[in-house]
């Protein structure tokens, strides 16, 4: 009696390690990227946007995927003055990024093809009516380079000396 309850018990472990293994593989990992021609843009637009009155909330160059989203999930001040930049990789022919409030409403929506004016950069701005988290969802596309692609994302904030001297 108690040897088939310890096979069930073994067999039962050995299948839920499996899945959890299986699922592991769909998760969405973050990773960095080096790309020179990228962190010059990204330094080149950091540059104008900090003599502009913005700073730096966050910043961070990131490994991706053609055709995928990078979900980014990030709280805002109602009020608060925002500016969000996305570069991309300068071979990628289409670039896009999608901002949702907390309710899942899309807020903002901006795309560019390489064909445009400093085409590989989407940048933004957005005040929120709420003070609530929103989702940005950066995504490229390229036609021969399926993985391996380098973003880079950057979200400022307008900084209250800057808004005093606007008044």
């Given amino acids: 009696m108690k040897k088939p309850l310890l096979s069930a018990i073994c067999a039962l472990s050995l299948l839920f390690s499996f899945s959890s293994f299986a699922q592991s593989d769909n998760v969405i990992r973050i990773s960095p990227c080096d790309n020179q021609s990228i962190q010059k843009q990204a330094d080149s637009v950091k540059h104008l ?12 160059s990131i490994t991706m995927e053609s055709e995928y989203e990078i979900p ?6 109602e009020g608060t003055s925002y500016q969000f930049v996305f570069i991309g990789d300068m071979k990628s ?5 999608r901002m949702y409030d907390y309710n899942e409403k ?3 929506y901006e795309k560019k093809r390489w064909s445009d004016i400093n085409g590989n950069i ?7 009516k ?4 929103h989702m940005i969802k950066p ?9 391996d692609l380098c973003g880079y994302v950057m979200l ?8 005093k001297k606007a008044r």
């Fill in 49 to 60: 946007l900090e003599d502009g009155g913005f700073s730096v909330l966050r910043e961070a």
């Fill in 72 to 77: 980014i999930i990030v709280p805002m001040s």
């Fill in 106 to 108: 899309q807020v903002v």
């Fill in 122 to 128: 989407i940048s933004y701005s957005y005040i929120p």
């Fill in 130 to 133: 709420m003070s609530e988290y």
């Fill in 156 to 163: 400022f904030r307008k900084t209250e000396a800057a808004d």
């Fill in 139 to 147: 995504l490229q596309v390229n036609n021969k380079q399926k993985k």
């Fill in 93 to 97: 022919n289409m670039y896009e990024v």
